[in-house]
């Protein structure tokens, strides 16, 4: 499958297969995930995954928020996308580069996520990011460093469902040129 294609034909599962992922699949799919961009090269984003379905059902499903839990109760991994604080969008001295403060976290945490999902998509895997979830009880429970904030959690696994692509809006939208008439 090409960029475009995965692109274009990647989308949000929400159920999946009850068949475990190999850890060899998994390390791939950080492997890749790794080479996302970062403010200055900072490679701030971290990544937990839980592969045990039992403990997924059991105790992960209660970080998420209600519309969440039926995602997660079913996915065979689930994934903690989280970013050391205080270093993205910073000088050395650890004051801030630009006017955009330490947004830069999040910025580097979204690109990390496209990169993850569509290596996933790439893989044969499914994805959906989530971002409504206890957020204390989520850093508590993945048991993450001080220096950490966790931004997503991000089930995956073999889809059980193709879904059709959701409305775009057409480029002509989103799209202004700005310089030389074309």
Request: hydrophobic letters at 40%; glycine letters at 6%.
């Amino acid at each position: 499958m090409d960029t475009l294609e995965c692109i274009t034909t990647r989308r949000s599962i929400r159920k999946f297969e009850q068949q475990r992922i190999a850890r060899g699949t998994v390390e791939q799919l950080i492997d890749s995930a790794r080479w996302s961009p970062s403010y200055n090269n900072s490679k701030v984003v971290r990544y937990t995954v839980l592969d045990d379905p039992q403990r997924i059902r059991d105790e992960a499903v209660d970080l998420m928020a209600r519309e969440n839990r039926h995602i997660v109760a079913n996915a065979p991994l689930l994934l903690a996308v989280s970013v050391v604080t205080g270093r993205s969008g910073r000088r050395r001295d650890g004051s801030f580069e630009t006017a955009k403060g330490d947004t830069w976290e999040m910025f580097d945490a979204g690109a990390a996520c496209q990169t993850l999902c569509l290596a996933a998509a790439s893989l044969g895997l499914g994805t959906v990011i989530m971002a409504t979830f206890d957020e204390e009880a989520a850093t508590r429970f993945f048991n993450l460093p001080d220096t950490e904030r966790i931004i997503a959690l991000v089930a995956a696994g073999l889809p059980a469902e193709t879904p059709a692509a959701p409305r775009r809006k057409e480029v002509h939208e989103i799209l202004r040129f700005m310089g030389a008439g074309r």
